[in-house]
């Protein structure tokens, strides 16, 4: 976690703003974005202390920094999504280009960050999400070969990567993110749970938690409604038909018990909890991020 967020409390609950740039189809596009210190204002503006960081196209770490100040907020670590699945020969172009969002996050003061992999569109699991569409041994074997040279180039930059399982991408299903963090060292790959997406794709959240509760990094704290994704899976839908069906909410606005799962979280973390609602569900951005926040505020004070 960072210098900079540290603490106990409110210091800890974090923005990814992506409400800012969901599309109408189920989709995210960051041209949608305010511009960058507009989005500061308006995620401390909606009651965060705290940002995921992302130091926008064209900044420099000391830029964003001064920004970050001048809004009175801290950081929480952001992530880097590779576009590599191991077998392209991409992999060397990904290894530097995750040593770059280190490097970062180390200026930034910053030990950890997420390691996910990327998705389009077109991808198999896009389009037929959250099933383990199209699973492969050697691609996973693969994977778990690049992910260890990412980490050991993030690591030299003295930053840890913490694995994220996506729905959409090959590393999606319980079982694929047990391997990958079964097959590297603990020192070179930290956990990043995201409380949405790991449900959407089946998992026993509670249980993966508890199960690597001394590999936590960070949390995703993201709420979904469980009967649009069992219609989904049940009538065929890709990605974005089920996002647009109503997947994701507000924190507290869903169908998950995310009290029982932050709650399962180790005595003592103190690790980000970063709140992501990929499409809001009340109102526009500014009042889903508001609603998020009252909502991880409550709870922290033990409120809920």
């Known amino acids: ?53 992302e130091v926008p196209a064209g900044w420099s770490v000391r830029q964003y920094q001064d920004a970050l100040d001048g809004h009175g907020l801290g950081l929480a670590p952001g992530y880097f999504a590779s576009r590599s699945d191991g077998l392209d020969g991409m992999q060397d172009e990904v290894v530097r280009a995750g040593a770059a969002v280190a490097r970062q996050h180390a200026e930034l003061g910053l030990h950890d960050v997420g390691l996910a992999l990327a998705m389009n569109k077109d991808a198999p699991r896009v389009i037929r999400p959250a099933r383990g569409t199209d699973s492969d041994e050697a691609r996973l074997g693969a994977l778990v070969a690049l992910i260890k040279r990412i980490g050991e180039a993030m690591r030299a930059e003295g930053v840890r990567p913490a694995l994220h399982p996506h729905v959409g991408t090959w590393v999606e299903t319980e079982r694929e993110c047990r391997a990958v963090l079964d097959a590297v060292e603990p020192d070179s790959l930290g956990f990043l749970p995201d409380t949405g997406h790991l449900a959407w794709a089946g998992a026993d959240v509670v249980k993966l938690i508890t199960d690597y509760a001394g590999r936590l990094a960070f949390v995703h704290v993201k709420d979904c409604r469980l009967t649009v994704a069992g219609q989904g899976r049940a009538l065929g839908w890709t990605y974005q038909q089920t996002v647009t069906a109503g997947l994701w909410a507000e924190p507290g606005r869903g169908e998950l018990p995310l009290t029982a799962i932050l709650d399962a979280l180790p005595d003592g973390f103190g690790g980000a909890l970063v709140v992501e609602v990929d499409r809001p569900d009340i109102g526009g951005p500014a009042e889903s991020a508001r609603a998020s926040a009252s909502w991880m505020h409550a709870r922290e004070s033990g409120d809920r």
């Open 1 to 53: 976690m960072s210098d900079r967020a540290a603490g106990p409390g409110n210091d800890r609950i974090a923005l990814n703003p992506i409400q800012w740039i969901a599309t109408h189809d189920g989709w995210l596009d960051p041209a949608l974005s305010p511009p960058p210190e507009r989005l500061l204002g308006l995620v401390k503006e909606a009651g965060f202390n705290t940002i995921m960081a």
